[in-house]
Structure formats: structure tokens, C-alpha cells
């Protein structure tokens, strides 16, 4: 395996049994990481272990539900087992919902607040304390521009990575000087199976006439930006929630002036 920027180190990646986090995971195995390919679906996890192993890299599938405090801390034990320390989490799992506020039942949304941000709050706890017994590491993650500006259908999803971001900054302002970075990374539109599943041709349509760049990300782009906070290259980033949605943010009124 040639020098990469994660050579040495050990992360683990939620979700990474497809999109987004397969991206992540694969990345960080060719850049030298031992890669726990973490998810709820072992056949996939187990796929993207392989996909590693091929590449020369090693990784470790293990099944687990993120929103399962006992789940979590069987990863954490079969991650100190298999490789002895964690540099890296990425906190990537997680589900999809679209629905008018006024249909969400209880049971939605206790489901979506549940995985998306207890299950990130879960594995981000058990994580850290490990790193804290070692004396650093780094956390990255993933919430959503859903979580920053009220997109419609989005209030149960949106309100679970808005406080994904809120936990970010709090856990960042905690664990800085206990050698622990944390940021977040919010991406925009990214074709994965959550979008191809959630997304219609009206949401699409919708997405394209707000997106300056005018079409949605590939995995692989919103997997560069997780590489970089979880790498050394981003030591004095910290607390930061990093867009990476194609000037989706930075938008006003999009038209061709005459
Ligand atoms: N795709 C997008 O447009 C987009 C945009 C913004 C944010 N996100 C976020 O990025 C992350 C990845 O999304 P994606 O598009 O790759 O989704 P995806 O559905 O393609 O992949 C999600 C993975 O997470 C796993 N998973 C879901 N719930 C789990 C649980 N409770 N425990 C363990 N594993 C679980 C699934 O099995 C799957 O492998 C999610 O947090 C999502 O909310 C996605």
C-alpha cells in the first residue's frame, strides 16, 4: 500500500456499506487506513471490506445498528480487537425521510431523530472516549444542508442534522483541548440509493433551478471533503461545518441577465 495521508491509522466509517460511505471507506483504505466498513447491512459491509482487502488495504466489516448503544459498543470492542486504536470516525450512517410536516407520524419521527442524530451522538461518545485514553483523534460528521435551511418535507430529516451541527460545535468546543477535532461536513444533492429512493423528478427539477452548478455531486466529491477534515491536513480546523453542496448556500436569486 503506497504512503497515504491515514497510513498507521484506524477509522471507522458508519454506513459505508454504499454511497456516500463506501466512497469514504474505500478512499481511506487507499490512502493506507485500517477501515472498519461499519452498517446495518452485513452483506454490503462485508462487499466494501472485500472491495478493500483487493486493493491491498486492510478492513474489518462489522454489522451494527448506530441507533443500538450496545451495537455501538460491540464496534468499538471489535474495532480495539482487531486493529487496537481509533484515529478516525466518520459518522456517516443514516436514513432518508421526506414528508409533509403536517403527515409525520409519532413513530417517523422519533425513527428519523433516532438513527440521525442519537445514532451520531451514540458512536461519536463511545469513540471519544476511546481517543481520549489515547490523547487525540479526529471526528467527522455528516449532516445535510437539509439541516440549515427548512427545504420542504425535510422537517423530521432536517431537524436531526440540524442538530447534528449543533452536537459538531458543542463536541468541538468540549474535546479541542483533549486533542480531539471534531467538524461536520453538509453536503448538498449527491446521487446515492437515499436519493435515487427520496428524490422524484418534481425534487429534482426543484434542485436544479437552486443548485449554481446545476446538477448533483458525485459521492466521490463529498468523500475528498470528509478525507480532508479527518486527515492531519485540517489540524486547526475545528467546530467547522463545512458545505459542500455546489454554492447551494452561497445562492440569492439564479438567472441570465439580459
Ligand atoms: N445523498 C445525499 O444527497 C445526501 C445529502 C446530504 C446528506 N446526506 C447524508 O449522507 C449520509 C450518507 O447518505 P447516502 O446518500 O450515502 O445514503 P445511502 O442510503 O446510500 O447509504 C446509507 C448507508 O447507511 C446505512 N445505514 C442506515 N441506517 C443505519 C443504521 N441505523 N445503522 C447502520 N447503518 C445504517 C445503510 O445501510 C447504507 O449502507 C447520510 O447521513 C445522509 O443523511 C446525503
Same mark, same amino acid.
Given at each position: 500500500?503506497?504512503?497515504?495521508?491515514?497510513?498507521?491509522?484506524?477509522?471507522?466509517?458508519?454506513?459505508?456499506?454504499?454511497?456516500?460511505?463506501?466512497?469514504?471507506?474505500?478512499?481511506?483504505?487507499?490512502?493506507?487506513?485500517?477501515?472498519?466498513?461499519?452498517?446495518?447491512?452485513?452483506?454490503?459491509?462485508?462487499?466494501?471490506?472485500?472491495?478493500?482487502? *483487493? /486493493?491491498? @488495504? &486492510? +478492513?474489518?466489516?462489522?454489522?451494527?445498528?448506530?441507533?443500538?448503544?450496545?451495537? =455501538? %459498543?460491540?464496534?468499538?470492542?471489535?474495532?480495539?480487537?482487531?486493529?487496537?486504536?481509533?484515529?478516525?470516525?466518520?459518522?456517516?450512517?443514516?436514513?432518508?425521510?421526506?414528508?409533509?410536516?403536517?403527515?409525520?407520524?409519532?413513530?417517523?419521527?422519533?425513527?428519523?431523530?433516532?438513527?440521525?442524530?442519537?445514532?451520531?451522538?451514540?458512536?461519536?461518545?463511545?469513540?471519544?472516549?476511546?481517543?481520549?485514553?489515547?490523547?487525540?483523534?479526529?471526528?467527522?460528521?455528516?449532516?445535510?444542508?437539509?439541516?440549515?435551511?427548512?427545504?420542504?418535507?425535510? *422537517? /423530521?430529516? @432536517? &431537524? +436531526?442534522?440540524?442538530?447534528?451541527?449543533?452536537?459538531?460545535?458543542?463536541?468541538? =468546543? %468540549?474535546?479541542?483541548?483533549?486533542?480531539?477535532?471534531?467538524?461536520?461536513?453538509?453536503?448538498?444533492?449527491?446521487?446515492?440509493?437515499?436519493?435515487?429512493?427520496?428524490?422524484?423528478?418534481?425534487?429534482?427539477?426543484?434542485?436544479?433551478?437552486?443548485?449554481?452548478?446545476?446538477?448533483?455531486?458525485?459521492?466521490?466529491?463529498?468523500?475528498?471533503?470528509?478525507?480532508?477534515?479527518?486527515?492531519?491536513?485540517?489540524?486547526?480546523?475545528?467546530?467547522?461545518?463545512?458545505?459542500?453542496?455546489?454554492?447551494?448556500?452561497?445562492?440569492?436569486?439564479?438567472?441570465?441577465?439580459?
Amino acid at each position: 500500500m503506497p504512503n497515504g495521508r491515514f497510513q498507521g491509522k484506524v477509522s471507522i466509517v458508519t454506513g459505508s456499506g454504499q454511497g456516500i460511505g463506501r466512497e469514504i471507506a474505500l478512499a481511506m483504505g487507499r490512502e493506507g487506513a485500517s477501515v472498519v466498513v461499519a452498517d446495518w447491512n452485513e452483506i454490503k459491509a462485508r462487499e466494501v471490506a472485500s472491495e478493500i482487502g *483487493a /486493493a491491498g @488495504g &486492510a +478492513a474489518l466489516p462489522v454489522k451494527v445498528d448506530i441507533s443500538d448503544a450496545g451495537q =455501538v %459498543e460491540a464496534m468499538v470492542r471489535q474495532t480495539l480487537a482487531a486493529f487496537g486504536r481509533i484515529d478516525v470516525l466518520v459518522n456517516n450512517a443514516g436514513i432518508g425521510h421526506v414528508k409533509p410536516f403536517l403527515s409525520i407520524t409519532l413513530e417517523e419521527w422519533n425513527r428519523v431523530l433516532t438513527i440521525n442524530l442519537t445514532g451520531q451522538f451514540l458512536c461519536a461518545q463511545a469513540v471519544a472516549r476511546v481517543m481520549l485514553q489515547q490523547g487525540g483523534g479526529r471526528i467527522v460528521n455528516v449532516a445535510s444542508i437539509s439541516g440549515e435551511r427548512g427545504g420542504t418535507g425535510r *422537517a /423530521a430529516y @432536517g &431537524a +436531526a442534522k440540524a442538530g447534528v451541527i449543533l452536537l459538531t460545535k458543542v463536541m468541538a =468546543v %468540549e474535546l479541542a483541548a483533549k486533542g480531539i477535532g471534531v467538524n461536520a461536513i453538509s453536503p448538498g444533492p449527491t446521487e446515492t440509493e437515499q436519493v435515487r429512493q427520496c428524490h422524484d423528478d418534481a425534487t429534482r427539477a426543484a434542485y436544479h433551478s437552486v443548485l449554481p452548478i446545476k446538477r448533483y455531486a458525485a459521492p466521490s466529491e463529498i468523500a475528498n471533503t470528509a478525507l480532508f477534515l479527518a486527515s492531519q491536513e485540517s489540524s486547526f480546523v475545528n467546530g467547522h461545518i463545512l458545505n459542500v453542496d455546489g454554492g447551494f448556500g452561497a445562492a440569492g436569486l439564479i438567472f441570465e441577465p439580459r
